[in-house]
């Protein structure tokens, strides 16, 4: 399996500019998790998703963010409009079930709003 | 709710000397307790994980950690540690709702 991949690897854009983060988890997990990683505030949870279903959303910083996972093989982290403060390393992790378990994380986006 | 904390951002050691990193976290419920491993680009690795069962735990790379559930803490050693080791250290805790919260980070610098 090439684990978990994301797209893309590198995105600048400029402020007010929709930006949509990709991520496809290792077939047959079932656990998918979005996190965020700042110097300022570490690794932070976002949202993740069991089975498709977003469990826990809590982490999304406000209303410009938001995720989807149509179906097992694919998710979308998508901010609209972004801004600069929204510059960070976006990782997504998938499980077999849940966090409970060893999870597999991409390599992350590297997300630069100017 | 829970929380990790790890006191040091950064923790500098010679090659072969031995190493702890820190961890502390808080829960009202039995917790799952893990460390990871970031390397330079890349996403976090595990490393261990507590889940139940003997406090002592041996995880890849020749790291260990304990659990003390009356300090409650969760602390990575290596009694001797390789270039090779430098990294980001990530702690971590989830309760039996699946999620997993991060602790700051501690950067191990292994010096020649």
């Known amino acids: 399996d090439a684990g978990v991949i994301q797209s893309p690897r590198h995105e600048v854009t400029e402020m007010g500019q929709e930006v949509t983060l990709r991520c496809k988890p290792i077939s047959g997990h079932n656990s998918l998790f979005w996190y965020r990683q700042t110097m300022m505030r570490g690794l932070e949870l976002l949202i993740y998703f069991n089975n498709n279903v977003p469990i826990d959303d809590s982490g999304m910083p406000e209303d410009r963010f938001s995720a989807k996972m149509p179906n097992a093989s694919f998710s979308t982290l998508k901010i609209q409009p972004s801004e600069p403060r929204d510059s960070a390393v976006y990782f997504c992790a998938s499980g077999e079930r849940g966090s409970n378990e060893k999870l597999f994380f991409g390599s992350g986006t590297q997300l630069s709003v100017l | 709710a829970q929380s990790v904390t790890q006191l040091d951002s950064q923790v500098p050691v010679f090659e072969e000397a031995p190493v702890e990193l820190r961890c502390n976290y808080s829960?009202?419920?039995?917790?799952?307790l893990f460390w990871y491993v970031q390397y330079p680009n890349q996403g976090l690795q595990l490393l261990l994980k507590?889940?139940?069962?003997?406090?002592l735990v041996k995880g890849i790379n020749g790291f260990e950690a304990e659990f003390n559930k009356s300090q409650t803490s969760f602390h990575l050693r290596k009694p001797s540690v390789h270039i090779s080791d430098t990294a980001e250290y990530f702690c971590?805790?989830?309760?039996?709702?699946?999620?997993?919260?991060f602790g700051t980070g501690t950067r191990l610098q292994v010096f020649p």
């Open positions: 971590a805790v989830s309760d039996y709702g699946d999620k997993l919260i």
């Open positions: 829960s009202s419920v039995s917790v799952y």
């Open positions: 507590y889940l139940s069962g003997s406090t």
